[in-house]
């Protein structure tokens, strides 16, 4: 068995031991600006049309049972009367060595027309399941490495639950630039996978904001964003700029910091669109300690949009934020 599999093994066997464990309250996609629905719920209905989108998070190669994250999403706008409104649902599942985690949920949020801009006040309900596969735990047994004598903690067979999932957030959005802020988990389900393993979602707080700076060029577009995520243990803050030309091609760079003030990583995107359909590609180079076992993390994402209604005119009654 080799080095990173054999510590990976005592990492999750301590990690079993512990009666009450805290996860991490959400996942880190790079491509957060094309995820805002996973991250707050009143982005529901934001965007104009019925937008379907996939990301698939291949993080840290070179780690033997390394993450792996994928979060499908999908929202539309909806009118009842004179209100304007949006729903949408949000399905997440993540693999993380022995680990798996399961989200689904449903979106809905209220939407009202402010200044120049729409204030949207979203609520997400929904599941979070959890799981443990203890029969995959391999220890090796050879004269380096006994194996352990018998430990009640630790678990032999595959073990689960689920409990309810509630989160809540605020988005403004005009032509030029959007703001949010959401807090997700807020009932911190206790899951009881097993008599000697609990499991606690963190409560988690999230703060996004981006902006459209039109150059001299028309052709081109600057796309500054930033994105914080905390659960109150921990805080990352990312920092992106992208460039946008002739609304179909796309990149930039970007850079994670973590809560000691330090980059933790860099990243690298490419995108274009084509009537209606987007594909994004973000590579993520560590530049902390972790550089030693991973050459870095790839995501995918791909995202389609259908209009659901032609415009009036050749005017929108709205016109949408044009953050890619």
Request: proline share 3%; charged share 20%.
């Amino acid at each position: 068995m080799d080095r990173k599999r054999i510590w990976l093994v005592v990492a999750m066997s301590s990690f079993c031991a512990v009666r009450t464990c805290w996860s991490q309250s959400d996942a880190q996609f790079n491509q957060y600006f094309s995820a805002r629905g996973y991250y707050n719920p009143a982005c529901a209905g934001t965007a104009g049309g019925l937008n379907v989108s996939a990301m698939y998070n291949l993080q840290w190669l070179g780690l033997s049972g390394a993450p792996k994250s994928m979060v499908v999403t999908a929202d539309m706008p909806w009118k009842y009367g004179k209100s304007e409104h949006g729903l949408g649902v949000v399905v997440y599942n993540e693999t993380l060595g022995l680990d798996q985690n399961l989200y689904a949920s449903a979106q809905y949020a209220f939407r009202k027309k402010i200044g120049k801009g729409i204030l949207s006040i979203g609520l997400q309900a929904g599941l979070v399941s959890m799981a443990f596969d203890g029969e995959g735990i391999d220890i090796p047994d050879d004269e380096e490495h006994e194996p352990p004598e018998s430990d009640e903690a630790m678990i032999a067979a595959r073990a689960d639950a689920m409990g309810l999932d509630l989160s809540a957030g605020l988005f403004y959005s005009t032509d030029k630039y959007y703001i949010g802020m959401a807090s997700t988990h807020l009932l911190e389900p206790k899951l009881e996978l097993d008599e000697n393993l609990e499991r606690t979602v963190s409560r988690g707080y999230n703060f996004m904001a981006g902006y459209n700076i039109q150059m001299t060029n028309p052709l081109i577009e600057l796309q500054p964003s930033v994105f914080v995520q905390s659960n109150l243990q921990m805080v990352s803050t990312d920092v992106t700029l992208r460039a946008v030309y002739n609304k179909m091609y796309n990149g930039g760079v970007g850079g994670r910091m973590s809560d000691n003030g330090k980059m933790s990583a860099a990243i690298l995107y490419f995108g274009m669109t084509i009537k209606g359909f987007r594909v994004g590609y973000a590579y993520e180079f560590p530049v902390s300690a972790l550089i030693r076992a991973s050459a870095g993390s790839h995501e995918l994402m791909a995202t389609y949009r259908l209009n659901l209604e032609k415009p009036k005119g050749n005017r929108n009654r709205h016109k949408s934020v044009r953050i890619l």
